[in-house]
């Protein structure tokens, strides 16, 4: 039961566009969101989040976008860098029940920007 | 602010043994959690510690456990080893009232 999906497992952009990095949950009891950066043989690094009282969040060249009627949540990167290639792991989590430390991750999406 | 540090980056070990991972949070954070990476699953909940308690397991086997001390210092222990437990197991640790975990750079285990 995947709760946390990410359809796209690869996305190949060029350098200066935009990439965008989708993700669906199905578990309406998720109310906060996560995005994380990974390298081969890397822990995660965060990126951005989003709590679901917000539909928009931004920080830099990256902003997170929630549609929860939908249950989907994109992540934008503008405008994208080589720098930015790596795996892009969308996280949720049930802030607001007893799901403690628990962040439920979709499988990944591989961003590849070339330059 | 020294980061989640975790010990030892990489570990071979044989079927049937046992293995000890170790984590140190950042200061401050009392809360450590506990993820397994693999191709096929992804990454995957283990467990949650806050002050010494454990408040959230995933679903694994009870060959997987772990703790926590006093200091927020967390390890985790696998018995009896698997080829299917070789992975990497990543650490992450947050204020507890903060969203915003932070994970260590992983042990990559390797089960032969």
């Known amino acids: 039961d995947q709760q946390v999906k990410q359809n796209s497992p690869s996305l190949s952009v060029q350098e200066g566009r935009i990439s965008i990095l989708n993700c669906d949950y199905t578990n309406s009891m998720f109310d906060y969101f996560l995005w994380y950066k990974k390298y081969p043989a890397e822990g995660p690094t965060f990126l951005i989040s989003i709590s679901s009282i917000k539909d928009k969040n931004e920080d830099g060249r990256f902003t997170v976008f929630l549609n929860k009627s939908a249950k989907h949540l994109s992540l934008h990167i503008v405008p994208s860098q080589p720098g930015d290639s790596a795996v892009y792991f969308c996280a949720a989590n049930d802030a607001g029940g007893t799901s403690y430390g628990k962040l439920t991750f979709g499988q990944g999406t591989i961003l590849t920007v070339h330059p | 602010k020294a980061g989640v540090t975790q010990t030892p980056r990489y570990l071979i070990k044989t079927r049937g043994q046992q293995v000890t991972l170790s984590c140190s949070p950042i200061?401050?954070?009392?809360?450590v959690s506990w993820y397994q990476q693999t191709p096929g699953q992804g990454l995957q909940f283990l467990f949650e510690?806050?002050?010494?308690?454990?408040?959230n397991k995933g679903n694994f086997p009870g060959r997987f456990s772990g703790r926590q001390f006093s200091n927020s210092r967390s390890e985790m222990n696998v018995s009896t080893l698997e080829l299917g437990d070789s992975a990497l197991y990543l650490c992450?640790?947050?204020?507890?009232?903060?969203?915003?975990?932070?994970f260590g750079s992983g042990t990559r285990l390797t089960v032969v």
């Open positions: 200061s401050g954070h009392r809360s």
């Open positions: 510690y806050f002050s010494e308690t454990q408040r």
């Open positions: 992450a640790s947050r204020t507890d009232r903060g969203m915003g975990y932070t």
